[in-house]
Each structure stands twice: as structure tokens, then as C-alpha cells.
């Protein structure tokens, strides 16, 4: 199942139109998506610094849609390897992206996102809106 990144998850909340089309995509072709417990605390931690306390509710509503994949120990030695790779190649991506890419290679190996350097990451198939 894709995997959902935070800038698609944030978009779906604002209701962007790519992200809606793309959902809707989706939904009519009966695959269901996942995110990751990194996506999770991101949302969170944003609905939780926001002066809006209905972004709580939107963001606990929203995480509802989604199967949430944890972070366990299969994708540790994946993480690694990437994590070292992306740096020594000088071209890191963030360390919660580098989980969230490790988390998506471990199950589907896809992941939807608005945000262009999950291309930088091999073997990761990234759908974008």
C-alpha cells in the first residue's frame, strides 16, 4: 500500500486540489493507504503548536483514514544504510524524511508527496500531485 508522506497528509487537511484528485485517485480504485508514526507525531506536534485547536481534531480525524506503519526493527539496518549513503553522497534529506523513506522501502516502496528530494533516495518510487 502507497504510504503517505506529511506534505500529502497536510495537503488532504487543507484540502488542496491535487491531493484531493489524487485521493479520490485512490479511493475509486479500492487501494488503501498507509503513513508512518513519523507522519503521525509531525501532524501533532503542528496541531499542538497551533493557536487553531481545530487542527487537533482535524489532524486526529485525518491520521483515522490512514493504517499507521510504526517504526520497528526490520527497517533499522535500512535506515542506516540509506541515512549513510545520502550523507557520504552529500545529499542527505533530513533525518524524520530519511525514517519516513526507510519506513515506505521496508513495505510498498511507494510514497506520495509533494516534496521533490524523496527523488534522491534510491529504490523509493515517489507519486507526486
Known amino acids: 500500500m502507497p504510504v503517505a508522506d506529511t506534505s500529502f497528509v497536510i495537503d488532504l ?3 488542496e486540489a491535487g491531493a484531493l484528485r489524487l485521493s479520490a485517485g485512490f479511493e475509486r480504485e479500492e487501494i488503501a493507504l498507509a503513513t508512518t508514526a513519523i507522519t503521525a507525531m509531525e501532524l501533532l506536534k503542528g496541531a499542538y503548536l497551533s493557536d487553531n485547536r481545530d487542527n487537533l481534531v482535524k489532524a486526529r480525524t485525518v491520521l483515522d483514514l490512514f493504517t499507521v506503519l510504526a517504526v520497528d526493527e526490520t527497517m533499522y539496518e ?5 541515512a549513510a ?6 545529499t542527505p534529506v533530513g533525518d524524520f524524511d530519511e525514517i519516513i523513506a526507510a519506513i515506505t522501502l521496508c513495505h510498498d516502496g511507494k510514497i506520495i508527496t509533494r516534496d521533490r ?3 534522491k533516495i534510491p529504490g523509493l518510487s515517489v507519486i507526486t500531485y
Request: charged letters at 30%.
Open 13 to 15: 487537511m487543507r484540502r
Open 78 to 82: 535500512v535506515y542506516g544504510r540509506l
Open 85 to 90: 549513503g545520502l550523507s557520504r553522497a552529500g
Open 117 to 119: 528530494h524523496f527523488e
